[in-house]
């Protein structure tokens, strides 16, 4: 058996547990906010609202607040996974419009969705991009209620408003060093953070995030010409480190700052 228990301080104190069991059994329990978990190996089973359920690698298990449920091994090498706890506030924060999600099956088959939730809750456990794990966990809220909630938002995100776009553009630009979150740009331009990531997205082909790394991407280039060092350039344009910049970079680019600052020279 091994675990893990920690908060995320990156997402609002997000409460994060990491574990592999063979025998354990789970007594009969609820939690005050929401479980979201994702099995990455193995088998497990759980009772949850009257009947059990299992749950393998693609499923994502979804138990609602106040929801009695357990758990154990459905199979002799038992299962690891992989669970994140957040609250109402949490969920609210993102929506922005009053309702509660109320997840109506206890486990839903989504590999996509289980993937990056199982690539964040590994990054929350490393010095990762703030500002971009807040997207991205943004992102799997709203996919949450989106695709499995039975009272989905009825937010309209194809609405676009090229005013406000424009103002979202201007204020990425301006925070693109320092970086802003989300909740600041959503109340800064009057919408909630579901309505902003799909109407930026809609409108531009990129996320508001990518939009704020590509910026600092291009200010890096430009102090790359004017003769700035490769870790000069990346700390001086919003980038952890240097390996953080020539991830994003080639990435970009599909070739390395090093190899750009060698064609100008």
């Known amino acids: 058996m091994s675990k ?14 990491a574990a592999h069991f063979k025998t354990h059994k789970y007594r009969r329990h609820i939690h005050e906010g929401y479980v ?21 690698p693609g499923d994502v298990i979804l138990v609602n607040p106040q929801s009695q449920h357990d758990g154990e091994a459905a199979s002799d090498a038992g299962w690891s996974y992989r669970v994140m706890y957040p609250s109402e506030a949490h969920f609210l924060r993102v929506e ?17 969705l289980a993937s990056r939730i199982a690539r964040l809750h590994k990054g929350l456990e490393s010095q990762c991009d703030t500002h971009e794990m807040r997207e991205i966990w943004a992102g799997i809220l709203l996919d949450l209620v989106e695709r499995h909630a039975e009272r989905p938002a009825t937010e309209d995100y194809t609405y676009r408003d090229p005013r406000r776009i424009a103002l979202i553009e201007q204020i990425l630009r301006a925070s693109c060093i320092d ?13 909630s953070q579901w309505h902003l990531i799909r109407s930026f997205k809609a409108a531009k082909g990129i996320s508001p995030h990518d939009f704020l790394v590509d910026c600092r991407i291009r200010h890096a280039k430009g102090l790359i010409d004017d003769g700035e060092g490769l870790a000069a350039a990346a700390v001086a344009s919003g980038f952890v480190d240097q390996s953080h910049f020539t991830r994003h970079f080639t ?15």
């Open 251 to 265: 990435r970009a680019y599909g070739f390395t700052p090093g190899a750009y600052r060698r064609s100008r020279s």
């Open 96 to 112: 922005n419009n009053g309702i509660r999600p109320y997840f109506a099956k206890s486990v839903v088959h989504d590999p996509n």
């Open 4 to 17: 893990k228990y920690w908060r995320a301080g990156q997402i609002s104190d997000l409460e994060l547990f």
């Open 36 to 56: 979201i978990g994702v099995v990455t190996h193995g088998l497990e089973a759980f009772y949850c609202r009257g009947q059990v359920h299992t749950a393998g």
């Open 179 to 191: 970086g802003i979150g989300l909740e600041e740009v959503a109340d800064e331009v009057g919408w």
